[in-house]
Each structure stands twice: as C-alpha cells, then as structure tokens.
C-alpha cells in the first residue's frame, strides 16, 4: 500500500483522485495550495517586498475556511 503522505501533494492528489478517493484528493490539492502559498509568502520576505507580501497574504487568506 502507498503511503500518499510520504508523497508530494500533487502526486498524492493525482494518486487518491485515480484511486476515486475524490475527498482525499481533494485534502491533498489543498495542502498543495496552501504550500504555494507559505512558498510564494517566504520569497515576498526574503525580497523585503511589502506590496508582493500584502498580495500573496490575501491570496492565502482565500484559501482558509
């Protein structure tokens, strides 16, 4: 048995969808954005750019319940 945490989230994703675990998938594709998004806000840090950092900040937001 694969272990779809040992994945990376888009090939756990793509795995549990093909297996018809569509709310599995669906667990996976949203841990997959919300990576994105700690990504996307750790460079707007590193740039020291604050519009960048507002941008993906309420990007991110919209991910959240």
């Known amino acids: 048995m694969i272990d779809l945490t040992k994945l990376t989230p888009d090939e756990a994703e793509a795995i549990a969808h093909a297996e018809g675990f569509t709310g ?4 996976f594709a949203r841990i997959g954005d919300l990576e994105h998004a700690i990504y996307a806000m750790i460079d707007a840090i590193e740039d020291g750019d604050a519009e960048k950092l507002d941008k993906v900040t309420s990007d991110a937001r919209e991910l959240l319940p």
């Open 24 to 27: 599995v998938a669906t667990m």
